[in-house]
């Protein structure tokens, strides 16, 4: 049963346009959610998180936005760079500490 | 003066066979997990232990036992393997519950078993 679901397995954007990942979840107990970003032959790495008490947080490039209602997130990756190319990790979690449930995640090809 | 460190990067082994997967952090933290990410791409969360004790166990066969020797140490053990276990290990830490964990996990590079 996928809690987390990222129906993209992977995307293309052009350098310098708006990258946008979306993230659709079932359980509506999740009220934590989080990206990472996992490199080739890497471990993922934490990007960016929200709270459910918020709609949007915002950390440079990276805004992540959530939609409560319809149980879905979205990353906003704006400018996109090369160095975005990377798989990308939809996350969600019962509170702040409690394990975390990942989506299959989707790969981003940036182009140059 | 890698963070979460795992060896061996490849494993690759017959069927029936036992293997072991270590990993080892150098942050200080309180807390190890394994992850598993399988032929589905899923990244799902295996064990974690706090301070040498087992929090989390989801439902993973008693071929896998991990051990933590110290806290900075989580190795995956593994008993007869099949060929279904062939995925991509990720240890990982974190700090003591309860301070904004989530955000805070630390992986490793990861560790591909591939069963024959």
């Known amino acids: 049963d996928q809690q987390v679901k990222q129906n993209s397995p992977s995307l293309s954007v052009q350098e310098g346009r708006i990258s946008i990942l979306n993230c659709d979840y079932t359980?509506?107990?999740?009220?934590?959610f989080l990206w990472y970003k996992k490199y080739p032959a890497e471990g993922p790495t934490f990007l960016i998180s929200i709270s459910s008490i918020k709609d949007k947080n915002e950390d440079g490039r990276f805004t992540v936005f959530l939609n409560k209602s319809a149980k879905h997130l979205s990353l906003h990756i704006v400018p996109s760079q090369p160095g975005d190319s990377a798989v990308y990790f939809c996350?969600?979690?019962?509170?702040?500490?409690?394990?975390?449930?990942f989506g299959k995640g989707t790969r981003l090809h940036i182009l140059p | 003066d890698t963070a979460v460190s795992q060896t061996p990067k490849y494993l690759v082994t017959q069927m029936g066979n036992d293997k072991s997967i270590k990993c080892e952090q150098n942050l200080g933290h309180d807390t190890m997990y394994w992850y598993k990410q399988d032929s589905k791409k899923f990244l799902k969360i295996m064990f974690s232990?706090?301070?040498?004790?087992?929090?989390i166990n989801e439902t993973v066969p008693n071929r896998f036992s991990p051990k933590s020797p110290d806290k900075a140490h989580l190795n995956l053990h593994i008993n007869s393997l099949e060929l279904g276990d062939s995925a991509v290990y990720f240890c990982a830490s974190s700090p003591q519950i309860g301070g904004d964990t989530n955000e805070k996990l630390f992986f490793g590079s990861g560790t591909q078993l591939s069963v024959l």
């Open positions: 232990y706090n301070n040498k004790e087992l929090i």
């Open positions: 996350a969600a979690s019962v509170g702040r500490d409690d394990k975390i449930i």
């Open positions: 359980n509506s107990m999740f009220d934590y």
